[in-house]
């Protein structure tokens, strides 16, 4: 896992703010020992420590759309994104890495794109052109993610609570399977499965189908580490 921190809106582009955001960065390096990146625009960071897994010899982060104006810091596995590079036939990619359809799905579709993303993740993504972002954490919350509040407006996010603690005024867990959206400035489900709703199955609880659904489990293979994981679509459940 890698460890993301990003730093949004805090009326501050001082060298020594940027050598802040560095330091709590460090505190996430044990997560991602390949790379270290940090992003700034204005008054908006953007920090990555990259554990490598798709792509390690040009995936590194922060990733870009093809004017740099939509950045992204990514922890995480987009299952699907080599199908999702095929609904982006017209976007130019720079990498190879799984992470990189984030920032092109996000001009193509909106915010609404999450819901098109198969995988484990939470991602901060910046949008230079107005400076909204949108912050995401996947839908059982497999990735661990932290957001929290300065006493100047700014909106931290962190991998690790050690990352924005010592900054904030409050913080807390960034709940699963929700977006926070700079535009509304506040949080809402983008994951909405139809056994969320109180609704009690018409379907009988049936041992067969869920021993069919065992017997036909699916393996992917994540290149080029091999990180093996299987899928059963019958429950929708993943295990590594
Ligand atoms: N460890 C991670 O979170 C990996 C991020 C991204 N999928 C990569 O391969 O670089």
């Keep these: 896992m890698c460890g993301i921190l990003a730093v949004l809106g805090c009326s501050d582009d001082s060298q020594a703010k940027r050598v802040r955001v560095l330091e709590l960065s460090r505190r996430l390096k044990h997560r991602g020992p390949d790379w270290s990146g940090l992003y700034q625009h204005g008054d908006c960071y953007l920090a990555h420590q990259r554990l490598a897994i798709i792509d390690p010899a040009s995936g590194d982060q922060p990733l870009f759309n093809e004017d740099k ?35 092109h799905l996000y001009e193509e579709y909106g915010e609404d794109f999450v819901d098109m993303l198969d995988g484990i993740f939470s991602f901060v993504l910046l949008d230079t052109r107005d400076n909204s972002f949108i912050v995401a954490r996947d839908a059982i919350g497999v990735t661990s ?94 295990f590594l």
Excluded: Q
Aim: aromatic residues 14%.
């Design 69 to 103: 104006s939509v950045v992204v810091t990514v922890n995480g596995e987009i299952y699907n994104h080599e199908e999702l590079r095929k609904k982006l036939a017209n976007h130019k990619f720079r990498t190879g890495s799984d992470c990189d359809v984030i920032a």
């Design 145 to 238: 993610l932290y957001i929290g509040w300065g006493l100047d407006g700014s909106v931290w996010i962190s991998s690790e609570l050690k990352g924005l603690n010592d900054d904030c005024e409050h913080f807390e867990s960034f709940p699963p399977g929700h977006l926070y959206s700079s535009k509304s400035g506040g949080f809402r489900r983008w994951y909405n499965p139809p056994w969320f709703s109180e609704a009690i199955p018409s379907v009988p609880y049936d041992p067969l189908v869920l021993r069919r659904a065992f017997e036909n489990v699916k393996l992917i293979t994540c290149r080029p580490r091999s990180t093996l994981c299987f899928w059963t679509k019958e429950i929708n459940i993943f």
